[in-house]
C-alpha cells in the first residue's frame, strides 16, 4: 500500500472507531510516567502483550480473540526491568502480569503457597527461596516506580492506546523501545458495521447495523440458519508506528506463524516492508523453546533451549536471548548502552 493510502487508512480508523472511554485515564498516566524517567534519564520500554480481540456486537457477547497467554510479554518485561529499563505494560486485561505470573494461571491455586502456623498465614518452606527472589525484584521495581500497566481488550483498544503511548515516548528518540509481542488482529468489524445487541440465531430477528451506515449489511450477521462473518482490515499500525509516530525510536516485532517453511521468509518481509530494527520470528508450537531473530545487521540467527533444559521449571527462553541481541552490536542502538537491551 502506498503511503499517503495507508495515512488515510489510518486516518479513516480513527475517525471511525471511537476511543476507548480509559484512554484519557491511560494517558494521563502514560504521560507522567514517561516525563518522570525521561527527566531522569532512562530509558523506557513499550511491551505489549496478550492477545487483541475483535467484538462482534456492541454489546458484546460474542467475540474473536487471537491467541496469546501473554507469557512472552510478561517475561520479557521482567527482563527489562532488570536491566534498568521503565516499563511500559500495555497488555490484554486478566492475562500474565509480570512477576505475578510466576503464581497466577496455573493449575495450582496461590493458597497452595501457603500454610497456616501459630494462627498467621506463611510462605511454605518449599517456597520461600524462590518467592523471596521473586519479591525483592518486584519490591526494587515498585520502589522506583518503574513499571505501569496499562489495558486493554479489543483491537480498537490496543490501537489507540498504542498510538497514544507511541507519541508521548516520540520525544526520547533512540532511549524508546518498543517491543510488540501482542498479537494483535488483522481483521475487525467496524464500528459502523457493528449491530447493538445479540447477534440471534434465526434471520426473524435479525438487526440491521448502526444508524446512519452505509449500504454494506452488518459484518456478522445471521442468513438463514448460518452465521455470516465478513470482516473487513485492521491497518498494519507497525507501519504508522515507524514512520510517523515514533520514527527516531528502537523497534521489536514479532512474526507469529504455525507453518515453518514460511516463517523466516515473512520475517524477512516485515523487515524489508515496515524497515525497523529486529522481527522476532516464532511458531505456535515450539515458541517457548525456539526464536528467530531477522534483522539487517546479521541477517537470520536462532536462539534454542537445549532439549534437556525444556521443562517447566525452565525460566523461559527470554533468559537466554540477551546475548543473542544483533542490536547491541550497533552503537546507536539502544542510545549505545553497550549491553544487551532485549532481554
Ligand atoms: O503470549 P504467548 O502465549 O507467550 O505467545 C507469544 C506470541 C506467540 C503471541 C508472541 O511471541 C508473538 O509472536 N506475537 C506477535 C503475534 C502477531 O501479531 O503476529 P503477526 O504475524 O500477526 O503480526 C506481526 C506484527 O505486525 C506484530 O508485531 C503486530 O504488532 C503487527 N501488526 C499486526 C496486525 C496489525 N493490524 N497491525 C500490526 O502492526
Known amino acids: 500500500m502506498a503511503d499517503h493510502t495507508m495515512q488515510q487508512a489510518e486516518s479513516h480508523y480513527f475517525i471511525s472507531n471511537p476511543p476507548p472511554k480509559d484512554l484519557k485515564a491511560n494517558t494521563t498516566l502514560a504521560?507522567?510516567?514517561?516525563g518522570r524517567h525521561a527527566d531522569e534519564g532512562r530509558r523506557v520500554v513499550l511491551v505489549t502483550s496478550g492477545g487483541t480481540t475483535v467484538p462482534l456486537e456492541t454489546q458484546t457477547v460474542r467475540y474473536i480473540?487471537?491467541?496469546s497467554a501473554g507469557t512472552r510479554g510478561a517475561t520479557s518485561a521482567e527482563y527489562f526491568l532488570q536491566q534498568g529499563y521503565a516499563v511500559v505494560f500495555l497488555h490484554r486485561q486478566f492475562s500474565l502480569l509480570p512477576f505475578s505470573r510466576h503464581y497466577s494461571h496455573n493449575t495450582r491455586s496461590f493458597l497452595d503457597?501457603?500454610?497456616?502456623?501459630?494462627g498467621r498465614v506463611v510462605v511454605d518452606e518449599q517456597h520461600q527461596e524462590e518467592m523471596l527472589r521473586v519479591l525483592r525484584q518486584?519490591?526494587?521495581?515498585?520502589?522506583?516506580?518503574?513499571?505501569?500497566?496499562?489495558?486493554?481488550?479489543?483491537?480498537?483498544?490496543y490501537?489507540?492506546?498504542?498510538?497514544?503511548?507511541?507519541?508521548?515516548?516520540?520525544?526520547?528518540?533512540?532511549?524508546?523501545?518498543?517491543?510488540?509481542?501482542?498479537?494483535?488482529?488483522?481483521?475487525?468489524?467496524?464500528?459502523?458495521?457493528?449491530?447493538?445487541?445479540?447477534?440471534?440465531?434465526?434471520?426473524?430477528?435479525s438487526q440491521s447495523a448502526v444508524a446512519g451506515a452505509g449500504t454494506k449489511p452488518p459484518a456478522a450477521r445471521t442468513e438463514g440458519r448460518s452465521l455470516i462473518i465478513d470482516l473487513e482490515p485492521v491497518p498494519k499500525f507497525l507501519k504508522q508506528l515507524v514512520d510517523g509516530w515514533a520514527p527516531e525510536s528502537i523497534i521489536v516485532s514479532f512474526k507469529l506463524e504455525t507453518d515453518p517453511s514460511i516463517l523466516v521468509k515473512k520475517a524477512q518481509y516485515s523487515l524489508n516492508k515496515y524497515a525497523h530494527h529486529l522481527v522476532i520470528g516464532n511458531l505456535l508450537a515450539t515458541r517457548k523453546w525456539e526464536?528467530?531473530?531477522?534483522?539487517?545487521?546479521?541477517?537470520?540467527?536462532?536462539?534454542?533451549?537445549?532439549?534437556?533444559?525444556?521443562?517447566?521449571?525452565?525460566?523461559?527462553i527470554e533468559s537466554l536471548v540477551g546475548a543473542a541481541d544483533p542490536l547491541t552490536k550497533?552503537?546507536?542502538?539502544?542510545?549505545?548502552?553497550?549491553?544487551s537491551a532485549v532481554p
Open 159 to 205: 490501537v489507540w492506546d498504542l498510538r497514544e503511548v507511541a507519541q508521548l515516548m516520540r520525544p526520547l528518540g533512540a532511549r524508546a523501545m518498543f517491543y510488540l509481542a501482542a498479537a494483535v488482529s488483522d481483521f475487525f468489524v467496524p464500528q459502523d458495521r457493528m449491530v447493538e445487541h445479540k447477534i440471534q440465531s434465526t434471520e426473524e430477528f
Open 291 to 316: 526464536v528467530v531473530f531477522v534483522s539487517e545487521l546479521e541477517g537470520e540467527k536462532w536462539i534454542r533451549v537445549p532439549s534437556n533444559r525444556r521443562t517447566k521449571s525452565f525460566s523461559g
Open 330 to 339: 550497533d552503537e546507536t542502538s539502544f542510545a549505545g548502552s553497550g549491553r
Open 31 to 34: 504521560r507522567e510516567f514517561i
Open 65 to 67: 480473540d487471537n491467541f
Open 138 to 157: 518486584y519490591a526494587e521495581v515498585k520502589r522506583e516506580n518503574r513499571l505501569l500497566i496499562l489495558s486493554f481488550v479489543t483491537i480498537t483498544e
Open 113 to 118: 503457597y501457603m500454610k497456616e502456623e501459630d
